[in-house]
């Protein structure tokens, strides 16, 4: 660029360029490009965020029509009108996190249907009633961690106005103002100020905020509570005071102000509280207080009736504190209360002895439904320790250290056993064993929850004895010390949800019959992480209600192998129901046709990480309701029609990333086309994850940059070999069924023929002119072969003339052969070697035959071939050649026995051709 050029740069658009062209020149094109993306704003269904931009400005390129503006985490130094001009339908407004000094009083007259406007973090100062006056609109104003100083009635045009945060502003009271304002506010957050005094007149201005339920003052300092200052406020139903810091008196104090309000909810985290005294709570009395928490006090104490004033409270949250003991007089008066929660309140330390909880302290909560004891300890739990829980339904004891949970006997729990206990948690507890009759009280339990412990048994089922109305047994991760029996679940039928993972030795399912036989109405089973390596094919008989099986991380492979010792293991097949399957990391190479037969419900199949390559034709053909197919890590090169296009076509999702995918028209074709065509299934990470491993020219490129375009010159080729290989293989299926079964082909193309058009050609007529259909002229030595072959064939349709059954009485033997030949409609010549030397045939009988034929005009000569004779010796011989006479009156006899009928259907076609000269 020439100088002059660069002093016409005045707008920021020509800066951007002139930065571009600098890093173009420094950096190179590839960081250059990635700056320009990382200055975008993303812009999807009316919201624009251009978050993290380093801007200077309102974006001036956006879509004039949308409705949410997310400018956070910029550089912008305050917000014109003109800025925002453009979008007049803006709704939402985000600027936090910016250095804007000052609020544009032209912001909300230019966006008339703003509704939230997002000021957080920011460096906000004076902040005046004119700044907001078109602001009327607004239902969500947030100026926290600003430096506000409110300047006349600040907010008094906001009439729409439900939250509002000023939180962490250095503010020195918490009067916002001295006449009534905000009439539709529902939440303030005051927190994080420095004023440490609530007086009389500081809510004044919210004394007609009818709506006003939450009031936030964590971390406010406050030492003094002036009488009837939550007065204005007197609807106030939640008030927040966490991190105060105030202690037992003050907090005594806050009490005393609040008695007579409609305060419901009250939070008291980390207060420092360390001591709860029976007069501490005093004046709530008079108060609807539900709910307390009373968290991260690090509290050690509770003086007895300490809560005795809170006789409607439900709720008690005391997690996160540092009790030693808890007694029958501890919860006293609290009879409405449903639910307490004391996790991690009861603490062993180093140097401390274990809490204790005495017996019946749970007593005077006759209502409470719900006990968390998670990640407590104490010394132990004794048979009166639940005692007087008669509503309780759950009881949460996870990850605690009790030394009477570590081995469960039938006497443990017995506290429980007039409580209506639904579900029991026990997870993390270091239980190592369950004694018979463990739970047998617990008659309503419907969930049992023991996972992550060290349960080391073989269950024989005895140890649900009781559990009548049991859903869900959850075992897992009890590190594969658990061994099953045939009967181990014989006493929890109604059982919907087991979970063993991680928990079973390799030979727990090796049991015929299953443990699992009892559970009809199982719909959720998790086997995986067992290592398991045989399973019997029964194993799911009789879950035909089963819905979720996992069973990945297990060694199934050998079970699917096609040389399996008695074949592949087809032990889904009794599951018809199945919806989610998981297969994961079992080593699969291959699997069988029939080993996914009949799951036509199935929505979800993972078989990631396994080591499948070639995929049989149609395997996967009756899972037509797949959703979501999950294939990644396997050693899958070809994505065949074949294989997957049933599975495929009504997919949500599918994960087949990281395989060796050969990147070819005969392997990926079919596959790249369909993801380029789909619009309903989601394939996560296409671009990046699924790679070509081969040929070398898409190696290591996405299976997306494959070209379909170099398969369509194919087309025509493959065609062509398709026709080429069709006419081969026929050419030479014929020429061997010709060679082999020629003869067969002929005899039922004849008998077909004859069938339809009879065995004679000639008219009949020319039938009745004849005695005999044929003279038969042999040799001496073929007498018998005419006797056994010829003359069996005589019937009322066909008679032979021979010679010395047939002589015409009292005649010469020359005359009677004339005659008879006369008689006959065609003459037969049975031909072998001996006939061609017989001097009486060939002299006579030959020459009247001959004679005959010429003399009455007549196509009437059928040769028999015996032997192979060649043709000259046949014409010096008999003054006859084959090419004489029409080919189905040269006939051959078949040297195989199989053949024979097929000669005697020719000779009866001779036989009936017409006598008439062919032309």
């Not at 975008?40 to 390129?61: F, I, K, M, R, T």
């Not at 993972?606 to 050693?635: E, G, H, I, M, P």
Request: charged fraction near 20%; proline fraction near 3%; hydrophobic fraction near 40%.
């Amino acid at each position: 660029l020439h100088w002059t050029q660069l002093n016409m740069c005045a707008s920021r658009s020509c800066h951007v360029s002139w930065a571009l062209i600098m890093c173009y020149l420094m950096m190179g094109p590839k960081h250059c490009l990635a700056s320009e993306k990382q200055n975008s704003c993303h812009v999807l269904d009316g919201q624009a965020d251009c978050s993290h931009l380093s801007l200077g400005e309102v974006p001036l390129d956006l879509p004039r029509n949308i409705f949410s503006l997310d400018v956070s985490h910029n550089r912008l130094v305050r917000i014109s009108p003109a800025s925002v001009e453009l979008y007049p339908g803006l709704i939402h407004l985000d600027a936090s996190y910016n250095s804007i000094s000052k609020l544009d009083k032209g912001v909300c007259q230019t966006l008339p249907l703003l509704q939230t406007l997002n000021l957080k973090h920011n460096q906000v100062h004076l902040l005046k009633k004119e700044d907001l006056r078109h602001c009327g609109n607004l239902t969500w104003l947030n100026m926290a961690s600003n430096r506000l100083k409110l300047q006349g009635e600040t907010f008094s045009a906001l009439q729409s106005l439900k939250f509002l945060d000023v939180s962490k502003n250095q503010l020195q009271s918490a009067k916002l103002g001295s006449e009534p304002q905000l009439p539709r506010l529902v939440k303030l957050n005051l927190g994080f100020n420095d004023f440490t005094v609530l007086k009389r007149d500081d809510f004044s201005f919210l004394n007609q905020s009818s709506f006003l339920q939450i009031l936030n003052l964590s971390s406010v300092s406050l030492q003094t509570f002036e009488a009837g200052c939550f007065k204005p406020i007197s609807g106030l139903r939640t008030l927040i005071l966490d991190e105060s810091k105030m202690g037992t008196l003050v907090i005594s104090k806050l009490c005393s102000v609040l008695s007579g309000t409609a305060i419901d909810v009250l939070s008291l985290k980390k207060m420092n509280l360390i001591t709860l005294t029976n007069t501490t709570f005093t004046e709530l009395k008079k108060t609807n207080l539900t709910f307390l928490d009373l968290s991260g006090n690090d509290m050690r104490k509770i003086e007895d009736g300490s809560f005795q004033w809170l006789s409607r409270l439900q709720t008690l949250i005391m997690s996160d504190n540092n009790l030693k003991r808890l007694t029958k007089n501890t919860f006293r008066g609290l009879k409405s209360l449903k639910k307490l929660q004391l996790t991690k309140a009861l603490v062993k330390h180093h140097n401390s002895p274990n809490p204790i909880i005495e017996d019946f302290s749970f007593q005077p909560l006759s209502a409470l439904e719900s006990l968390i004891l998670k990640n407590t300890s104490a010394q132990e739990i004794t048979e009166n320790t639940f005692t007087g829980l008669t509503s309780l339904t759950e009881l949460d004891m996870s990850w605690s250290s009790y030394a009477s949970l570590k081995i469960i006997t039938n006497k443990t729990l017995i506290s429980l056993a007039d409580s209506p206990v639904r579900k029991l948690n026990l997870i993390g507890t270091s239980l190592t064993q369950i004694h018979n009759g463990s739970f047998s009280f617990l008659r309503n339990l419907t969930v049992l929850l023991l996972d992550h412990n060290f349960i080391k048994q073989n269950l024989t089922g005895r140890e649900f004895e009781g559990l009548d109305n049991i859903q869900e047994i959850y075992m897992s991760y009890n590190y594969q010390l658990v061994n099953l029996s045939s009967r181990s679940f014989v006493n929890v039928p109604s059982l919907r949800v087991l979970t063993l993972g991680k928990s079973l030795k390799a030979e727990a399912l090796n049991q015929d019959p299953s443990p699992f036989r009892f559970l009809t109405n199982l719909n959720i089973l998790d086997l995986s992480n067992n290592n398991i390596a045989n399973i019997k094919e029964n194993m799911l008989e009789g879950l035909m209600n089963l819905k979720v099986l996992k069973l990945q991380h297990n060694n199934l492979a050998r079970l699917w192998k096609s040389a399996n010792l008695g074949g592949p293991v087809f032990f889904l097949k009794h599951t018809p129901n199945l919806i989610n399957l998981q297969l994961d990391s079992n080593g699969f190479d291959e699997i069988p046709l029939d080993a996914l037969r009949g799951l036509t419900n199935l929505t979800e199949l993972s078989l990631s990480n396994n080591l499948l390559n070639s995929l049989k034709d149609a395997v996967f053909d009756d899972l037509t309701s797949l959703r979501f197919f999950r294939l990644q890590k396997n050693l899958i090169t070809t994505v065949r029609p074949e294989v997957f296009k049933i599975p495929m076509s009504n997919l949500t999702v599918l994960v087949m990333d990281k395989n060796p995918f050969d990147c070819t028209c005969e392997s990926i074709l079919w596959f790249t086309t369909w993801l380029n065509k789909t619009n309903t299934t989601s394939v996560p990470g296409l671009k990046d994850e699924y790679m070509c491993n081969t040929p070398l020219a898409y190696f290591n490129r996405s299976i997306m940059d494959f070209s379909p375009l170099s398969c369509k010159d194919m087309t025509p080729f493959q065609a062509l070999f398709i026709l080429s290989s069709t006419a081969v293989i026929s050419l030479i299926v014929t020429a061997l069924l010709v060679r082999f079964h020629g003869w067969r082909i002929q005899f039922y193309w004849i008998i077909l023929i004859n069938r339809t058009l009879g065995y004679s050609d000639a008219t009949v007529e020319e039938g009745r002119e004849f005695e005999y259909d044929a003279y038969v002229i042999h040799s001496e030595p073929d007498t018998s072969w005419v006797e056994r072959r010829l003359v069996p064939l005589e019937n009322e349709r066909c008679r032979f003339c021979l010679e010395d059954r047939d002589s015409i009485i009292g005649m010469s033997q020359l005359e009677s052969i004339v005659d008879n030949m006369k008689k006959s409609r065609k003459i037969l010549f049975v031909v072998t070697e001996s006939l061609l030397k017989d001097p009486w045939c060939r002299r006579f009988k030959v020459y009247q035959a001959l004679h005959q034929v010429i003399e009455a005009s007549r196509d009437s000569v059928v040769l028999v071939f015996l032997q192979d004779v060649h043709d000259y010796r046949l014409s010096r011989s008999l003054f006859l050649r084959r090419g004489m006479l029409r080919s189905c009156c040269v006939l051959d006899w078949p040297v195989h026995k199989e053949r024979i009928p097929a000669f005697h259907q020719k000779l009866l076609i001779a036989l009936g051709m017409t006598n008439r000269l062919q032309e």
